[in-house]
């Protein structure tokens, strides 16, 4: 299958820059797969759409302040790295390895050194991959310095400088503050991932409220997001295309949610791709899951788990639009593309979201 296939248009004036005021009025499109029908309403209709033993998955991982700006030991040079994944403990137990991504990423070779604040942490380049992340080991309490000095990151075509020129200092870094917050979800919990789980941005204890009022249970899991969510498909064939491992777990509690439930509703891809990697699982006496994931969903694939999905507007020639694809099939996802386009839905992370039943 050709990763053209998943390539189409979006209008710059249609990418969301920042979120809506109010987390739950962004507007929803609804897809009803049987049907093949297409409503318009607001996210906060979503509870229209859940019934009683209806179980709502949610991803509840959380945004760590992984932007870090530090200065290459030799020339002091200025350096930006984003830990994207952990790849776990180094040479000891105050040595931490990630995989980053580094601007500019030509100013570090192998054995580059990069220090952070007063030599309080120090970043050792041990390999450079071949799709240009690199693998860096921080000597020092990275994770206290993380949570000093470091930004959550926001996806990089998210653009606010106009915005920033009519306010003073103190306004800027309060906008700042409030975007951050808001690229978190309200019942984030577990640091770990480098992107938020977009779809969940919408939801807010009030509506989590009434959806349990409804009858419909809510239980979560955790994928810690990294590349594999935002890094575009390069290979012209999408079989030939490698996804980034993630790590995930689904405790005890989840498990047996999902036993009973009547229908499993996945809020977010982070979530659909977590709940199909334990599928065969849950036939097992297993308590509880956990690992890394590399699962990649394409048109073709049979869902075992997810009945139902919320999900937000996707980039053209991602793992995410083809795993939607797969889920409500090409064609009738490019004509709810081409209606969302027609109808000024706002896209990606901060943007409007959709329901597929």
């Not at 189409?8 to 249609?14: C, H, K, M, R, S």
């Not at 049907?35 to 009683?52: A, G, M, Q, R, S």
């Not at 984003?82 to 040479?91: A, C």
């Not at 009434?210 to 979560?220: E, H, L, N, P, Q």
């Amino acid at each position: 299958m050709k990763t053209s296939e998943f390539d189409f248009f979006v209008p710059p004036e249609l990418i969301a820059h920042e979120p809506t005021a109010k987390r739950d009025h962004s507007r929803l499109m609804v897809l009803n797969r049987k049907k093949e029908t297409i409503e318009h309403k607001h996210f906060y209709d979503i509870v229209d759409y859940l019934n009683p033993g209806d179980l709502l998955i949610l991803n509840n991982t959380k945004v760590i302040p992984a932007n870090l700006v530090g200065k290459k030991e030799e020339g002091g040079s200025k350096v930006e790295i984003l830990l994207v994944s952990s790849k776990g403990q180094g040479t000891s137990n105050k040595k931490n390895v990630w995989e980053c991504l580094v601007k500019p990423g030509k100013r570090l070779k192998v054995g580059s050194r990069v220090v952070f604040g007063d030599n309080e942490v120090i970043g050792t380049v041990l390999e450079k991959t071949e799709s240009g992340e690199q693998i860096i080991e921080f000597q020092g309490d990275l994770i206290k310095y993380m949570k000093r000095a470091g930004e959550v990151p926001l996806p990089p075509y998210i653009k606010q400088k106009s915005k920033y020129e009519t306010l003073n200092t103190k306004q800027i870094q309060n906008s700042k503050i409030e975007i951050r917050n808001r690229y978190q979800t309200v019942y984030a919990e577990k640091e770990g991932a480098s992107a938020a789980p977009t779809a969940g941005l919408h939801f807010t204890p009030e509506l989590l409220a009434k959806i349990k009022a409804k009858g419909a249970d809510i239980a979560y899991v955790t994928l810690h997001t990294g590349l594999a969510t935002f890094k575009p498909v390069y290979a012209e064939n999408i079989e030939d295309h490698t996804m980034y491992s993630e790590s995930y777990e689904v405790p005890a509690e989840t498990i047996e949610a999902i036993k009973k439930a009547k229908r499993v509703v996945a809020a977010g891809t982070t979530s659909v791709r977590t709940l199909e990697t334990i599928a065969s699982g849950l036939t097992t006496k297993a308590r509880r899951h956990e690992g890394d994931t590399n699962i990649f969903i394409y048109p073709g694939y049979k869902f075992k788990v997810v009945a139902a999905m919320i999900t937000n507007f996707h980039w053209p020639r991602t793992t995410l639009i083809m795993l939607v694809s797969a889920f409500a099939g090409q064609d009738f996802i490019r004509r709810a593309y081409r209606e969302a386009i027609d109808k000024k839905y706002r896209f990606f992370s901060f943007g409007d979201a959709m329901i597929i039943l």
